[in-house]
């Protein structure tokens, strides 16, 4: 069974600060990683794709991925309230000869005003 | 662009009937996913289309099952609903010209209630 590990949260920040999210895989294997945003009610809006170890940074969000360690994790700077939603982790596991997108629990941030 | 668009949005349905939901990927995609997300057991995979074929599975009855057109769009099918069929489901496109283009972008969801 290949399984993505988030912590479930919730996690709570003052608005301003750094929220850090992270995820862990069982499949060494693993080539690609994604961080995937959903308000309630709503569908996941793709934040982020990493696929190299070492950091990748998109505005205030930074991506962190170790492969060694099968680790991934984001980093949001100067948190708003508008980031308060659940972000989900996502990894492209080696299904047969396709590709499989499992994602973790989500972890659920609040960002304080 | 226009992005993945699922009809309808929203279902009503009661146990024993079937129902069957609709999702258009963004222009140019060619695979196209489908999950079902509930709060107690997350966002999970339901099956892959490529090029109308069905590529990969989930750990689902095969009371689900689903089809792809020559022009990408997708259908899945649910029959013989149960009560905890209801969820939101998912459907997700990308473009998989190469191996590398392997993000996948959402559409709404049609949320389906069963009574």
């Known amino acids: 069974q290949k399984e993505v590990e988030q912590n479930s949260g919730p996690l709570s920040v003052p608005e301003g600060a750094i929220a850090s999210l992270n995820c862990t895989y069982s499949?060494?294997?693993?080539?690609?990683f994604f961080w995937y945003r959903q308000y309630s009610g709503k569908s996941p809006e793709l934040i982020m794709f990493?696929?190299?170890?070492g950091d990748k940074e998109d505005g205030r969000f930074t991506a962190q991925l170790n492969k060694a360690s099968q680790y991934v994790s984001l980093l949001i700077r100067d948190s708003q309230p508008s980031d308060s939603a659940t972000y989900l982790c996502?990894?492209?596991?080696?299904?047969?000869?396709?590709?499989?997108?499992?994602f973790g629990s989500g972890t659920q941030l609040t960002v304080l005003p | 662009k226009a992005g993945v668009t699922q009809t309808p949005r929203y279902l009503i349905k009661t146990r024993g009937q079937q129902v069957t939901l609709s999702c258009s990927p963004i222009?140019?995609?060619?695979?196209v996913s489908w999950y079902q997300q509930t709060p107690g057991q997350g966002l999970q995979f339901l099956f892959e289309?490529?090029?109308?074929?069905?590529?990969n599975k989930g750990n689902f009855p095969g009371r689900f099952s689903g089809r792809q057109f020559s022009n990408s769009r997708s259908e899945m099918n649910v029959s013989t609903l149960e009560l905890g069929d209801s969820a939101l489901y998912l459907c997700?496109?990308?473009?998989?010209?190469?191996?590398?283009?392997?993000?996948?972008?959402f559409g709404p969801g049609t949320r389906l209630l069963v009574l």
């Open positions: 997700a496109s990308r473009r998989d010209r190469v191996p590398s283009e392997e993000t996948q972008y």
């Open positions: 499949d060494r294997g693993s080539q690609s």
């Open positions: 990493i696929y190299s170890n």
């Open positions: 996502a990894v492209n596991f080696l299904s047969g000869s396709a590709r499989q997108l499992t």
């Open positions: 222009s140019g995609h060619r695979s």
């Open positions: 289309y490529f090029s109308e074929t069905q590529r």
